[in-house]
Each structure stands twice: as structure tokens, then as C-alpha cells.
């Protein structure tokens, strides 16, 4: 029997669907990755934007011949297009799948799968399995052992509810895993090869609040560190307000936790600000870039952006757009403003800055970082990073550097440089000298003495491990 999955939208996403890959893997499926050849499809879908939900629509429209031809199929449709309620409304829509699974939560796909096939299981027995496994998560089979980067959710939900953000609704409320329980994983994800971890969550920084006194983001990275075989920590995404100096110092100390922070601004603008409730100004979120530079030197700082949000003037976006070309950040996730049903900005604000505007503004931002971008990498030129390698990609080595910069080498030179020709890089961190850098990549070259001595894991960063 073969599984094929079909994921869109953030990293949360993509580790939910690691686990039903696992789940399914343990009931003996095999992963395949053409839809056709499948005996059970599952969609993960994403809401967080108009233009995704649209794709996640249209995705699974197109499975519906599929289902015509082999009425055996088995649709799963999951994630934030579900949500956390009954999916009575979409039942109607999608008279064809057959499986509807709140976001997080492969439950519902396998207990139609143990009835359905009737499996000697039970379903309280499965749920135990399942349970069981929960803290250890076995990778499916195509990932064990090649898998060098693995996201660990961390914080599911979310409970701030900003004004444009469907996803409190859709992933429910904010709650912290168990300190125990992500140790177990990052343990097992360790044994199968996985060599850095990014911790999850809609506001990772937030993580431990909801659990017993003292339990925080900066104590799981110290616990972190201590696990042998794992290279690098990263965790996303922050929230301005809940980056305290014990957990940047914590992130300067550790040679594991990488110089990389995401914390989203969202528009720079005050009254924007306001109107999106986000409970900071401006201001704030300058000293805080401050406090990360001071804390982390060479850090790298990601952050998102929504352009054209409900009543953002063309000098609010101004505003905006000069707070970037201040601050000069390395990353920026950009977004145009759509209406997310249910939100507060749904209900309360009208969506007026015309599309094209909006399409105006999303330019100017994105011209203005490519430039940003440019300049940043460019201080990379002539420098020697330590890059873990991923994988190849058109007969280059790929790979990311500690502040999660995007590096190729060409395969040729690893062969040719070491002594066994066609050696695996995967998991490897190697030196690697920056030959060529653009805004959203770099190019290099491995370094000659370091393959006849020791070409295993530098400390990253050049902290001590
Ligand atoms: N929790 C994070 C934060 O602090 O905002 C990120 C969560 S969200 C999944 C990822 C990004 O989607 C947000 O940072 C925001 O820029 C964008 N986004 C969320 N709702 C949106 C909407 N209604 N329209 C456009 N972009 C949106």
C-alpha cells in the first residue's frame, strides 16, 4: 500500500507532515511520490493566506478524477483548512475526501485506515501505539538517515490573536510541548541521522509559559546542548515582546544555537501597529534589533512583512519601508494583506488598499531587500564559513551556513579534493571559502587541508564546543 503527501505553507506544516509519513510508515505504507500510484493522498493544507488556501482548493480538485477512477482511494484533507471544529461545511464541498484531520493530528486518517482495512486493531489500542511513539518520532523511510535538518514543533496554537492571523482559530490555542517529550524526539531525529533541529512555534519564545514554573526557551536550549551527535539548534518564530536577555544571551553562549533570530515586525508603522495588535511600537522594535546585535554580534535577523493591510496609508507604508532600509535586516518574508475569514480585521476593518497597490508596495519592499540582501552577503566574499551539507542539487553541494545562508559548492571540487572520490557530504560540516555571493545565495569552495586531516564538524560559529 502507498502513501503520497502533498504539503503547503510553514515549517509547522511540513513537520505535521512528517508525522503522518511516520504514522503511516508504522501501518506499513510506503511512500510514493506520484499522487496516481497512491492508495491513500493526503493534503496538508495552509490558510494563513488567500493565494494558499487557493492552491490547497485547486490541489484538491484535481484529485477528484483520481477518486472517480478508484473509489478505494482514500483522501485526507488536513491542516489549518480543517481547523480544530467539524468540517461539516467542507464535507459538502468535498463530497470526495474521505478523511477530514485538524491540523497536527494524523488520529482521524488512521483510525479510518485500522477500520477500514479492518485491521485486528483496536482503536484505543492503536491510539496507545501511537501515544507510545509520540515522544520518539520514527522518520518515514525515504528520510531516515538522509534527513540532515528536522523541525520539531514546539509551542503548538497560538493565543495572541493578531488581527489579520486565521491561525489561533485553526491550530487553537497556545500549548507547549513537555521539556521531556522534545528531548525524546530530538534524541530519536539524532539516532536517525538529523544533525540540527529547528524548534516551532507561532511564538517560540513564548514556550514553557503554559507549563510548570521556570520551564523556558532558554533552558530547552541549554538542555539542547547537551545532546551528543546534534550540530545546530535554530527556533522560529519570535515575537518582539517575549525576547528576553536571558534567552539572547543564552542563543550567544551555546555553540549549538546558531546566530540566526526571526522575529517579525509586520509594518512599521504605529497605528498600523495598533490596528494589527501586535503590542509593540515602532520604536521598540528598533531597540530590540539594538539588543540583538549587542547580545549576538553576527547575527542574522529575519522578518515578515504585510503590506496593505485594512486603512495603511501610502505614508504608514513609508514608514514601513524606511524602518527596512534603516535597520537593514538579512531576510524578509513578505506578504500582501488578504482577508482571513473570522479574524478581527475580517470582521471590524475593510480590506481597502486596492490589489494593485498592494502589488505596488510588495515591489518596492522586495527591490529595497534584494539590495539589503546584496550588500550583507557580499561582506561573506573572501570569508571562511563552516556549512553543514544538506544534499546536492544539480551536481553541487548544498548547504547552509550557521546564520542560515543558502551555499553551493560544486560536487567536482569535494571529489577532486578528497581522498575518496564521490564522497558523501550529507551531515558534514565543512570550511568552505565564499567565492561568489547574490542576495539570496553564495557560491564556494572547500578547502584543501582540511580533507587530508579531520574534515568532521568545526565548531560552528567559531564558538567553542
Ligand atoms: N506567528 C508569527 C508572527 O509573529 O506573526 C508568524 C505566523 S504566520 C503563520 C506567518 C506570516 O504570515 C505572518 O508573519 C504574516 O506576515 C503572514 N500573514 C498572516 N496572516 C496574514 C494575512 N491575513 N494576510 C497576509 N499575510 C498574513
Avoid at 179 to 190: A, Q, T
Wanted: glycine residues 6%; contains cysteine.
Amino acid at each position: 500500500m502507498k502513501y503520497h503527501i502533498w504539503t503547503i505553507g510553514c515549517q509547522m506544516n511540513v513537520a505535521d507532515s512528517q508525522r503522518v509519513a511516520s504514522t503511516l510508515e508504522r501501518l506499513d505504507y510506503q511512500s510514493t511520490r506520484r499522487a496516481e500510484d497512491a492508495d491513500v493522498i493526503v493534503l496538508n493544507t495552509c490558510v494563513v493566506r488567500q493565494s494558499a488556501e487557493d492552491k490547497a482548493t485547486g490541489h484538491l480538485n484535481s484529485l477528484r478524477p483520481l477518486k472517480k477512477r478508484n473509489p478505494k482511494l482514500v483522501i485526507n484533507l488536513m491542516g489549518c483548512m480543517v481547523g480544530p471544529r467539524n468540517s461539516a461545511k467542507l464535507q459538502s464541498l468535498f463530497p470526495f475526501v474521505d478523511v477530514f484531520s485538524p491540523p497536527a493530528d494524523p488520529g482521524p486518517l488512521i483510525s479510518y485506515l485500522t477500520q477500514a482495512e479492518s485491521r485486528s486493531l483496536e482503536e484505543a489500542e492503536t491510539r496507545q501505539r501511537f501515544d507510545i511513539m509520540d515522544g520518539e518520532l520514527l522518520l518515514p523511510a525515504h528520510e531516515r538517515g538522509r534527513l540532515v535538518s528536522a523541525n520539531v514543533p514546539l509551542v503548538n496554537g497560538c493565543s495572541h490573536a493578531c488581527t489579520y492571523c486565521v491561525i489561533p482559530y485553526r491550530r487553537g490555542p497556545e500549548r507547549s510541548r513537555p521539556v521531556e517529550e522534545v528531548l525524546r524526539e530530538v534524541h530519536s531525529l539524532v539516532a536517525q541521522g538529523v544533525k540540527e533541529i529547528t524548534l516551532l512555534g507561532q511564538i517560540v519564545d513564548r514556550y514553557g509559559k503554559d507549563l510548570p514554573e521556570g520551564t523556558s526557551l532558554a533552558g530547552l536550549l541549554r538542555r539542547l546542548q547537551q545532546v551528543e551527535g546534534l550540530e545546530r539548534i535554530r527556533f522560529l518564530t519570535s515575537h518582539p515582546n517575549w525576547m528576553t536577555d536571558e534567552l539572547l544571551q543564552t542563543t550567544a553562549e551555546l555553540p549549538k544555537v546558531m546566530p540566526h533570530i526571526e522575529v517579525p515586525v509586520q509594518a512599521g508603522d504605529d497605528q498600523v501597529l495598533a490596528h494589527m495588535r501586535r503590542g509593540y511600537t515602532a520604536d521598540d522594535y528598533r531597540h530590540l534589533i539594538e539588543r540583538i546585535r549587542t547580545f549576538i554580534p553576527d547575527v542574522a535577523i529575519a522578518n515578515d512583512i504585510i503590506v496593505g493591510f485594512p486603512g495603511e496609508s501610502a505614508e504608514q507604508f513609508q514608514h514601513t519601508f524606511y524602518l527596512l532600509a534603516e535597520l537593514k535586516l538579512d531576510v524578509v518574508h513578505l506578504a500582501r494583506y488578504s482577508v482571513r475569514p473570522g479574524t478581527v480585521a475580517a470582521r471590524k476593518m475593510q480590506d481597502d488598499v486596492p490589489e494593485e497597490e498592494k502589488w505596488q508596495r510588495f515591489r518596492l519592499i522586495e527591490e529595497l531587500q534584494e539590495q539589503i540582501a546584496t550588500e550583507i552577503n557580499a561582506r561573506y566574499l573572501g570569508k571562511t564559513v563552516e556549512v553543514l551539507f544538506e544534499g546536492q542539487v544539480k551536481g553541487r553541494w548544498k548547504g547552509r551556513t550557521p546564520t542560515n545562508k543558502l551555499v553551493f559548492v560544486e560536487a567536482t571540487s569535494a571529489e577532486s579534493l578528497a581522498e575518496e572520490p564521490g564522497q558523501d557530504l550529507h551531515g558534514r560540516v565543512l570550511p568552505v571559502a565564499i567565492t561568489w555571493s547574490g542576495p539570496w545565495s553564495m557560491q564556494g569552495r572547500f578547502l584543501l587541508q582540511l580533507f587530508q586531516t579531520d574534515p568532521l564538524s568545526p565548531a560552528p560559529n567559531g564558538k567553542q564546543k
